[in-house]
């Protein structure tokens, strides 16, 4: 089964700083990354920044289609309101088949707000102890949803290079 972790920091720095750790935690068969992207937002900024992270996880077992929709749904479909209309409702009713539910997004939305960052992961096989006792050492806050075998495969699927 895999899962999709978000940490969030409370600084714009964060989790560009965790990669480090990340890259540690996987080198020490910890955990095994799937794919990953980064979000920071600027405190004086409209709208948060993103970053896939290929260099960690080869060619992205996602690719970039899955982080943009899911940062969309997240931090730009509240700012373009009903001008968007209904495909973005399809959009979320896929996510939402797929494990990432309106009340994940809504929470993340919520969270990652101006002056914070968020690490997304999404990995497999990990200890789950040694990384979040880790994690919790650079300051992060853990939000996590668990995708079953099905919905992981419906996300590659949809979304794989």
Do not use: C
């Not at 709208?47 to 992205?60: M, N, S």
């Not at 494990?99 to 997304?120: C, H, M, N, W």
């Not at 050492?137 to 419906?154: D, F, H, M, R, S």
């Amino acid at each position: 089964m895999a899962t999709l972790t978000v940490w969030k920091f409370d600084t714009t720095d964060g989790a560009h700083s965790a990669l480090q750790e990340l890259t540690k935690l996987q080198d020490q068969q910890l955990i095994i990354v799937r794919d990953a992207a980064y979000v920071y937002w600027d405190p004086d900024a409209k709208r948060p920044k993103t970053r896939e992270l290929g260099k960690l996880t080869g060619a992205g077992a996602l690719g970039g289609g899955f982080w943009g929709l899911l940062f969309g749904l997240i931090f730009f479909v509240p700012v373009l309101g009903a001008a968007i209309g209904a495909g973005v409702g399809a959009l979320a009713g896929s996510m939402s088949r797929a494990g990432i539910d309106d009340d994940f997004v809504k929470e993340i939305r919520e969270t990652v707000t101006p002056g914070t960052s968020a690490l997304f992961v999404m990995s497999e096989g990990a200890v789950v102890d040694r990384v979040a006792e880790r994690f919790k050492q650079t300051g992060a806050t853990l939000l996590t949803t668990n995708l079953t075998k099905e919905q992981e495969e419906l996300l590659r699927e949809t979304f794989a290079s």
